[in-house]
């Protein structure tokens, strides 16, 4: 495996369910990130973890609860969900968070909330 | 807030033509300028990068950065249908990387 790589890449999901996406970076990076991509509308930056801690968290509502287990793992655990939350969910990986530096992404998650 | 903003497009240019993406941005200590290329169905890969006022070029690819017209462009010659994709502009403010995304530019090279 290399770059970086989501499970799963489709996801279907009810209001009231409760499941949760993953992500691995094979780069040796020290960030890691969640985006939500919807249609027709700019990447919005969810959370940013640096070295496991949690460093930003943009306003997101709490049934989106990150988990940064070590560098390489990222997890976003979703439960009671709404359907306007159905949206691409890419996670991303960088050297460091801190600055400006490339952002590595992975081939995201597909969710559709019913 | 914190705003980048794209034509949506789609733009579409013959192959062989140049093609040029435009973005400008809200936030005028901005730093770092990126585009990113998003083939549909993939995810965004970096293309370019440019951090001082002027030209930048890489191959094909030709970055310009007006920091006092806060505006980022990109330029793309002798386009080939393999450019069709969706020009992601991004913009660091500095601190963590907490990149801005413009809603990108469609891009359409036609044979």
């Known amino acids: 495996e290399t770059g970086v790589t989501q499970t799963p890449r489709h996801l279907v999901m009810g209001m009231t369910n409760k499941k949760s996406l993953k992500c691995e970076q094979h780069?040796?990076?020290?960030?890691m990130y969640w985006y939500k991509q919807s249609a027709k509308k700019p990447l919005e930056l969810m959370f940013v973890?640096?070295?496991?801690?949690?460093?930003e968290n943009n306003s997101v509502p709490s049934r989106f609860s990150p988990e940064c287990p070590n560098s390489s793992h990222l997890f976003l655990h979703l439960h009671t969900l709404q359907p306007e939350d159905s949206a691409l969910y890419l996670c991303?990986?960088?050297?460091?968070?801190?600055?400006?530096?490339?952002?590595?992404f992975g081939e995201g998650s597909r969710l559709t909330v019913l | 807030q914190k705003e980048v903003e794209q034509n949506s497009g789609p733009l579409s240019v013959p192959e062989g033509a140049i093609a040029s993406l435009n973005c400008t941005y809200s936030d005028r200590v901005s730093q770092s300028f990126f585009w990113y290329r998003q083939y549909s169905g993939k995810s965004p890969e970096l293309i370019m990068s440019?951090?001082?006022?002027g030209d930048k070029e890489d191959g094909r690819f030709t970055a310009q950065l007006n920091k006092a017209s806060q505006y980022v462009s990109l330029l793309i010659r002798d386009s080939q249908p393999s450019d069709s994709a969706t020009y992601l502009c991004?913009?660091?403010?500095?601190?963590?990387?907490?990149?801005?995304f413009g809603a990108g530019t469609r891009l359409a090279v036609h044979p």
């Open positions: 440019i951090y001082s006022n």
């Open positions: 991004a913009v660091s403010s500095g601190g963590y990387n907490k990149l801005i």
């Open positions: 973890y640096s070295l496991e801690e949690r460093v």
């Open positions: 780069l040796g990076h020290n960030a």
């Open positions: 991303a990986s960088s050297q460091e968070a801190s600055g400006p530096g490339e952002l590595f």
